[in-house]
Each structure stands twice: as structure tokens, then as C-alpha cells.
């Protein structure tokens, strides 16, 4: 039998030499963490300490590696569990556990392994709306408006052309932008994606591409019919004049159509 200090005694307590060969034997812990892999913002984590021999109670200990963070769990059992709630990136990091026995502290006790917790931040997918439903006319202006449902807000978002060369970024305090698109022309016709980007505690954060919306164009440029008038000045001189007018037309040929009138008889011909 032998005599060891305690904390709950200042006697101390009487223990056999099989007990004091247990509390010598220092044990690494072992250390698991789930989920495993990295995890979303908002999750809830838990690592678990554990020893395998049989140990009288005491406490574990949770720390990282970097950074003072210190957790202290008292436990009759041979294991306890840290339960991290709604993660963010201020806990990434990387953990380590140890076991002290209420009979003998030790600051030296052995350290188990490292487990890494890893923090991201999914963002969904926008969504994306426009103004106009159907075809746009010629010369309208469009607006198409992006939003996002997160609480990451703050951020920028991009409308970008599927196939073109339109590109415009802005930054929202809320969750949504709205883009215009003045006098739209055959060039701003086609599909258009929105994406949201934010930074989170230094770290720079990315949503998936909106689906697409289309932007069709119609009501094209006028087409003209060019109307022209040979003139006699008076019956007794052969003197002719050449009066011309122009008629917008939307439908038809892309090319003029010049009508000659003559005053005997009046004739039309395509040129």
C-alpha cells in the first residue's frame, strides 16, 4: 500500500501497488472528431477524447495548437466529448487532447494526436429575375436583378453575358442588386448568369453560377423605301426636277426601294 496526495484529500489516499502501476502508466488518448472532413458553416461538431485503460476519474483536456483556446471536462467515464455549436471559421483549427487524474496532475501528460477541423462557407445558388417577360424591343431598357438567401452579406455580385462580352460587378449591403441594361441593341441578346462573392473572417467565398436568363431582341432597326419624283418645271421646257422622300418601313427588303413617277405615264421600278 502507498500513500498519494490528492486534491480532494490533504491526507492524501492509500492506495495498492497494482493501483499506483495504473496511475504511473500514462496512456496516449486517442482522438476522433465528427463529422469528419471538412464542414459547413453553421454545423455542429463534437471531438471525443478517449483513453483505453481503466483510470481513475479525472479531467480531459481539449486545446489547439495554435491560439490559447483551453477546455476542461470532467469525467467519471474514460472519455468526454467537446461540443462545438454552430461552427464558424474562428474555430477552424487544429485539436489535441490529454488526460489528467484527480490523484496525480500532471502537466505533463501525454498529448494524443491532432485533428483538423475545417470550416468553409457554401453559398447557395442565386437566383436570378428580369424585368421584361418575353421579347425586349429595340431600344428598352432591361433590369435584371440578382439576389442570394444567406446571412453573409455584404458582398459583391456579377452578371456576366453566357456568350458576349458584357460583364458588370456591384456590391450590396443586402441580398440582392438590380443591373441595368440601357437601349438594348441585337448585341445584348442571349443568356445571362449572376454569381455572389464575399469575404468571411479574411477568406474569400464563392456561390455556383445563377441559372441562366434570356434576353431576346426585337422591333430591328427600320428599313426605308426611298420614294423619288421626276418633275416636270413647265409644259413648254423639257427641264425635269428629281424630288425624293423617305417612308419608314418595317417589314420587307433590307435594301431600297427607289419608286420613279413619271408624269406620262407614272411607272414604279426596283433598282
Known sequence: ????????????????????????NKPKPRISISPSGQVTWGQNVAITC????????????????????????????????????NVNLDNEGSYQCQFQRDLIPDSNAPLSDSVRLSVTVNLPKPRITKNIIGAVTWGQTV?????????????TFTLQQSSGSFRK?????????????????????????CQYQTRVSGRDFRSPQSDPVRVSVTGKRQRYFLFCFLLTLNKSSVETKLECKVIPFLKGNTHYVIYLFFSDPPKAQHL
Open 1 to 24: 500500500m502507498h500513500w498519494i496526495p490528492s486534491l480532494h484529500s490533504p491526507k492524501g489516499i492509500c492506495v495498492s501497488f497494482q493501483d499506483q502501476r495504473k496511475i504511473i
Open 50 to 85: 478517449s483513453i483505453t485503460a481503466d483510470q481513475l476519474s479525472g479531467a480531459f483536456i481539449f486545446t489547439k495548437t495554435s491560439g490559447s483556446f483551453s477546455r476542461r471536462i470532467t469525467s467519471s467515464r474514460n472519455s468526454a466529448t467537446l461540443s462545438i455549436s
Open 143 to 155: 433590369s435584371i436583378t440578382c439576389s442570394i438567401s444567406t446571412q453573409h452579406l455584404g458582398g
Open 169 to 193: 460587378s456591384q456590391t450590396s449591403s443586402t441580398n440582392s442588386v438590380t443591373f441595368n441594361i440601357p437601349q438594348v441593341t441585337f448585341s445584348n441578346e442571349g443568356s445571362y448568369q
